[in-house]
């Protein structure tokens, strides 16, 4: 895992959108929407809680069992070992049944974050397990941040992001704000909210940020939260479609309209899961995405 030390610039907003949302349609299409369920409630606040006082070893090992209880693992043994490194952490994927992670040293003296890093260590052990895994480090990256903080642990991770006029930090490889967009997602399916989680007021302040994108999801076109301009625009593009089949997608739009026997069927994708679904163009519809099962109020 990657992470930016004290001093060092933080990538803002949501360079990595695309893969996060392919990532969480990942999990769905591994998991299934009954599997997914199954990682609620997050975790618990008090189950990552490091005080300076606490040993660093028997804490870490602590931490790190309420991390594999968390990610459903069966019940193996996480060793963890600290030393200088250039990221943030790394772990050995061998069969088990022990797995070792290993932290930066300056862990040690920021125990605060080590639920943080080993909530992202720790889903590389799921990933691992699962079999599921995306070509090339970047973006295997960011799944495993998307799958950490979907499932319930990454919350960890947006809050050991901090940012004041001389210094910063973060964990991972996505950025604040996307955190918050992951974060808001899992709110959504789950009906909770993780902001009086954060103890960093920069992650409560990429949290909304995140989630006012995610809410965006919601309000596109077909979908009838649509607002008035995606309407028109919608309305637009279908009669275009509708007089010239085979025309293809318009430009920067959602959804992309497709000629079908003698009529049009659109296809968009799931404001949860991100699968696209294809749907009749005949007014007004509520469709259930085949993969996550979210019931979508359309017209079409």
Request: some cysteine; proline content about 6%; hydrophobic content about 40%.
């Amino acid at each position: 895992m990657t992470d930016s030390l004290r001093n060092s610039p933080v990538e803002h907003g949501f360079p990595h959108l695309d893969t996060v949302r392919s990532a969480i349609t990942a999990l769905y299409r591994r998991l299934s929407a009954d599997g997914v369920q199954r990682f609620a409630p997050s975790l618990a606040p008090v189950d990552a809680a490091f005080a300076d006082a606490d040993d660093l070893h028997l804490g870490a090992q602590r931490v790190a069992r309420a991390m594999v209880h968390h990610y459903r693992l069966p019940d193996a043994r996480v060793i963890v070992a600290f030393r200088a490194m250039e990221h943030a952490g790394s772990v050995e994927l061998a069969a088990g049944p022990e797995y070792f992670v290993e932290l930066n040293d300056r862990f040690r003296t920021h125990r605060r974050d080590i639920g943080a890093a080993l909530s992202h260590e720790v889903a590389h052990v799921l990933l691992h397990r699962l079999g599921l895994e995306f070509p090339g480090t970047r973006d295997n990256e960011i799944l495993t941040d998307t799958t950490a903080a979907y499932l319930g642990a990454g919350w960890l991770l947006l809050d050991a992001f901090r940012e004041d006029a001389v210094s910063s930090q973060k964990l991972g490889y996505l950025t604040p704000e996307e955190f918050g967009y992951v974060l808001a997602k899992r709110a959504q399916v789950f009906d909770e909210d993780p902001s009086p989680w954060f103890t960093s007021p920069q992650a409560y302040t990429a949290y909304a940020e995140g989630r006012a994108r995610a809410l965006r999801d919601a309000a596109q076109p077909p979908l009838t939260a649509a607002g008035w301009a995606g309407r028109r625009r919608y309305a637009k593009d279908r009669r275009y479609a509708s007089e010239h089949p085979g025309a293809g997608a318009a430009p920067g739009v959602p959804y992309a309209f497709e000629s079908v026997g003698d009529g049009l069927r659109v296809a968009f994708a799931c404001p949860t899961c991100h699968q696209r679904n294809r749907v009749p163009v005949r007014g007004r519809v509520r469709v259930r995405c085949a993969l996550c099962r979210a019931v979508l109020d359309c017209t079409t």
